[in-house]
């Protein structure tokens, strides 16, 4: 079969099960514009920004556990990108971006919009491609779904000349691939998975970490079975919240920064850390020298370069987690902790973090629990970046795998809007709830046009706090309250969704937020809910950067509220 | 500076374009800092050999050798110090000295002593060639110093492990075959 280079990356396309592209179209890539009318079984999302293209086909490739793919044109529309490349690339996630390049001839000749996409994304991506001839593309894109979604999942781009797009060759797709530097991890070592069941028969104190290779290995199961056999509590990091069920008795919340008190003080004091696809970043860790200072590590990663990395394991499985943990499961004897369960649970009733103050004035946190009351947590939740994404993850409880998208490793504000594009794309008969920073909301609000024009339903809530809250709350605790450049003029959100032909709302004290929520529901389009929050509200416990976990701040210090607050939150 | 903090990092990697960008890029943004790197050919038709000397005591050897591993183009790559067998390392020198008359004897003194040679000779210079391992070297570049030297090069180290075995993915180091490989070849034996 004879096909030009746009066709082919259509037919690849096909044959990976792509059902959804997200771009932009431009100069460079008109020949795959122009290809789309004929394969009407995948369907283009005209984003309002490129960076949009890649975050929605990140929160797409999360929660349809698919590869992603998005399109943009050489130049601007390719250098856009690179945030949500990036955003991917930290968070592992596997996605297949196709930039149109300029014409063979004008490469390193500075040709009008030319930008060398494959030399500025090098650091973001797991691999990239030029593809200089039409005969090498096929190739290209199959090994780029492989790479993109086999061993730790990450972002490919293949950039594609506009004349390579017009040119003709026999097409075949290779039913192989053939990269002899790429090698899957091996099974799991059944002697390790035995020294890891040693371990957690003798350990007094275990804890699980679980973070997002639960979810990217699917390892829900094999995880709920270690745990309840051997009764160890388990903690989710940011990535790994909806690996475990949040109201399994066993689920202790996050860890780190913004973790839950207990947690921070549980990992000072365990003397076994099990670490499921985590990678010990420093938000989990704090300062690294005293972070779980009487424990063992058992590490188990897909990616051996994190093995050793950050912490060094006493026993350390380099594999795919779900045949790792079904491998220790296979070794372990039933066990109970319940002197080490009673500490943990001492340690919570004292230091109730999460426990909501009584108070008149509309507090963020309220929202969010009110939100998981009202949708019994059945809803995919995205975020931004923020003091709105730490309350999301500490007031909402994910019992639905996967059930939480959010930007961890980049922290890209803006993630909210196209996050939960892709998500709605992927999930288009549940409900996303799209939880939102005023100032997140702001980078990537054109986006909106989007979900009307394609009847997207997602329900919006912005935690209008009327500042960019947490690096107010940096100010107000370390750069003695000199708040420089966090307080915004807002549009009206209202009227903003409004002028995009979006229903939209207004809350503005705690009576009418349950009323707000079951309005943006019973809706069956999108709708915005604007949520006037407390200003003053600031995010706890805290881990100050630079400090141990056992420096955790419990409760907001007096001085970096404007009233004083008595009581237990 | 001090040597033995050295470590000799051996990769095999795709000869394709932008593969040295790829590995360098890795190793800035990485941070780790090397002392030298060749590259050129290998044994094998399509596979360069890249040979790198970093401080261990600056670098983590092993996240090295993990993060550039993990790179597609990267077929192999081994930190081949303190290994059982003895490692042969060897790099090339060229030395521009200046040169007159009453220099010129004590000049090809140096050159025999240290098994070098003479390249190219004018009536006020000369080139020298050696090589050998980097401390020879850098006695021979001290030792030219005295008569001027007015230009050096070098090619950085490469290196060998004595006996049979080459350096690559066969020795001890596990590779597991993909399923789309099945029926293909062997495992480990992708050479
Ligand atoms: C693209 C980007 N720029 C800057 C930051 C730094 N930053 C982190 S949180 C934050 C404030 C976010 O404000 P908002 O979206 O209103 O959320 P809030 O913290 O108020 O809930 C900023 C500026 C970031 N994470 N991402
Ligand atoms: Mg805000």
Known sequence: MKLNGAQIVFECMRREGVRHVFGYPGGSNLPLYDTFIQYPDIQHILVRHEQSAAHAADAYARVSEDVGVCFATSGPGATNLVTGIANAFMDSIPLVCITGSVVTTLIGRDGFQEADITGISLPVTKHNQLVLKVEDLAQALKEAFHIARTGRPGPVLIDIPRD??????????????????YQLPPPPDPALARKAAALIAEAQKPLILAGHGVIISKAYAELKELAETCQIPVITTLLGISGFP????????????????????????TDLIIACGMRFDDRVTGRLKDFAPNAKIIHIDIDAAEIGKNVRPAVAIHADLKPALAAINAEVKPKDHPEWKAWIKAMRDEHPSIALPETDTLLPQYVVSRLYEITGGDAYVCTGVGQHQMWAAQYFWYDKPNSWVTSGGLGTMGFEIPGALGMQVAKPHDTVWTICGDGGFQMTSQELAVFVEHKLPVKFAILNNGYLGMVKQWQQMFYKDNKSAVRMHQPDFVKLAEAYGMKALRVTDKAGVDAGIREAMAHDGPVLVEFVVDEDENCFPMVPPGASLQETVDQPPVLVRDKEVTGTR | MSREHLHTLVALVEN???????????????GFNIESLAVGHSEEPGLSRMTFVVDASLVDTEQMVKQVEKLIDVVHIEDITNKERDMLARELLMVKVKCKAETRSELLNLVNVYRASVIDITPTSMIIEASGDTDKLDSLVELLGDFGVIETCRTGQIAMLRGPERVGPDAGHQHVLLPHLAGGRAPGGLF
């Open chain 1, 246 to 269: 949040g109201t399994h008795d066993l689920c202790m919340g996050m860890p780190g920064m913004h973790g839950m008190y207990w947690n921070n003080m549980a990992i000072s004091e």
């Open chain 2, 16 to 30: 394709r374009p932008g593969v040295l960008n790829r590995i360098v890029s890795k190793v800035r943004q990485r």
């Open chain 1, 164 to 181: 390579v797009q017009q040119q003709v060759c026999e097409f075949e797709y290779p039913d192989s691939v053939h990269l002899r530097g």
